[in-house]
């Protein structure tokens, strides 16, 4: 079964540090990787996805993503963080085996610190 | 504007009492999908549409119900609900394919006593 883990439940950072948020994936086949984000009593936004290509994904907001094979992982990073980034994120796999859908993490909650 | 639109936002209910929480998007999409949020235990798939008259169980599908008569809406069914469907539960729609993103709506936080 297609699987993602994400091995911190938070993450603290500093404003206008870089930030690196990890996703670890478990994939037979052609992995599709996706990013979302989830602020305070909203639903989830998209990100950014990886399906074939250039491994640095660039997506919304100035965050990128960069998959990497050898070590099956997919880290979403930022050069530079922001206080508005805070919140909850969430790494996904495409669930496969014909169906569509995804298979999310347990996610991850960024904290930003002014 | 596109969206997809749930229905209450927040319940409170009874257990056994039968609920129904309305999911509806206007992007015209093929796949439709409803998920619950737990602490800890991020978003699992309850169950999924690939089109009209077509649905499948997720992962966690016992003690819910779903039908697709349209292809705009997605309703789920509780018929007799228990504490443990106390959660967070968000629908979803997307073009079919796996490499296409997921559109979410806002949520439906609902409590069983």
């Known amino acids: 079964a297609q699987s993602v883990a994400q091995p911190e439940d938070q993450v603290n950072v500093a404003e206008g540090n870089p930030l690196t948020v990890k996703c670890t994936y478990s994939v037979s086949g052609n992995p599709y990787l996706f990013w979302y984000v989830q602020y305070p009593n909203r639903g989830l936004q998209f990100l950014l996805k990886?399906?074939?290509?250039?491994?640095l994904v660039k997506g919304s907001y100035g965050f990128e993503a960069e998959f990497n094979k050898s070590q099956t992982s997919f880290h979403l990073k930022k050069p530079s963080a922001l206080v508005s980034d805070s919140a909850l994120y969430f790494c996904?796999?495409?669930?496969?085996?014909?169906?569509?859908?995804?298979?999310f993490g347990k996610g991850t909650h960024l904290i930003i610190q002014p | 504007e596109a969206q997809v639109t749930q229905n209450p936002r927040y319940l409170i209910t009874v257990t056994g009492k039968k609920l129904t929480v309305t999911c509806s998007q206007n992007m015209n999409h093929e796949y439709m999908s409803w998920y619950r949020q737990d602490p800890g235990l991020g978003l699992r798939q309850i169950y999924y549409?690939?089109?009209?008259?077509?649905?499948d169980k997720g992962d966690v599908p016992e003690g819910y119900k779903v039908s697709r008569k349209e292809k705009r809406n997605f309703p789920l069914i509780l018929e007799s609900p228990s504490p443990n469907q106390t959660s967070l539960y968000f629908c979803a729609s997307s073009a079919l394919g796996t490499d296409n993103e997921q559109f979410f709506g806002p949520g439906t936080r609902l409590t069983v006593l």
């Open positions: 996904a796999t495409a669930r496969g085996g014909g169906a569509d859908g995804l298979t």
């Open positions: 990886y399906i074939t290509g250039d491994n």
């Open positions: 549409s690939m089109n009209v008259e077509v649905t």
